[in-house]
């Protein structure tokens, strides 16, 4: 929500003529550091997620012919996409969604690291997000063929995979076309304004 604010801010800054760099990223770097900090101190209690299952869900978990529920690993793996999602998110907001910019390329790194140390499973429809804004911000032929077979290997006919693959395919025929850099979020709202990245 913290990185929505801020790039709603700076728009209306743009607009008005009155957006002081100095000042978006003062912000920006106080989102990535609490964002960075938050996450250290959850990944640091060991069990990222304190909330008991579902009765359901643990009898669920519990029978050997239903799949199993995701390790502690995994899920502390996923908390660690999310978060730097939420950064990758952040730097297209202060430097645009500019491929080249060390810290996209770094955040983006990161996520088909953390990606790769995760198996690919059902677990993957969760990370929608984060394989898409990854694998949108990228000029790296590998890292793009990572994140769209990592959609792939999912039937796309349950939920909005193939719309979402499409999607990042249009900004990677944009971007390789013009040269130039195509906010992701600008080709969503022109082909699917209703298409949730989840």
């Known amino acids: ?12 800054e743009q607009r008005n003529g009155t957006l ?13 550091r609490r964002l960075r900090q938050h996450h250290t101190v959850a ?3 060991g069990d990222t997620d304190q909330a008991p299952l579902h009765p359901r869900l643990q009898t669920q978990a519990m ?13 502390q793996l996923v908390s660690r996409l999310f978060c730097e999602a939420a950064v990758l998110s952040l730097h297209t907001v202060l430097s645009n969604a500019n491929p080249g910019v060390a810290e996209i ?14 198996t690919p499973s059902e677990v993957d429809r969760a990370l929608v997000f984060p394989i898409c804004l990854a694998g949108s911000l990228t000029d790296d032929t ?15 006919s349950i939920g909005n995979l193939m719309q979402t693959r499409l999607m990042m395919e249009a900004v ?4 390789d076309f013009s040269g130039i850099a195509v906010d992701f979020r600008e080709t969503v709202r022109e082909r699917n304004p209703n298409l949730l990245l989840i």
């Open 1 to 12: 929500a913290e990185v929505f604010n801020l790039a709603a801010w700076k728009a209306s």
């Open 20 to 32: 002081s760099f100095r000042e978006l990223v003062r912000r920006g770097d106080d989102i990535e």
């Open 43 to 45: 990944g640091g209690l």
């Open 63 to 75: 029978e050997p012919h239903v799949a199993p529920f995701p390790s502690e690993e995994a899920r």
């Open 105 to 118: 390329r770094e955040s983006v790194e990161t996520i088909v690291r953390l990606l790769d140390q995760l």
């Open 142 to 156: 590998d890292r793009r063929d990572f994140c769209k077979n990592r959609l792939q290997h999912l039937d796309d």
């Open 172 to 175: 990677w025929q944009q971007r």
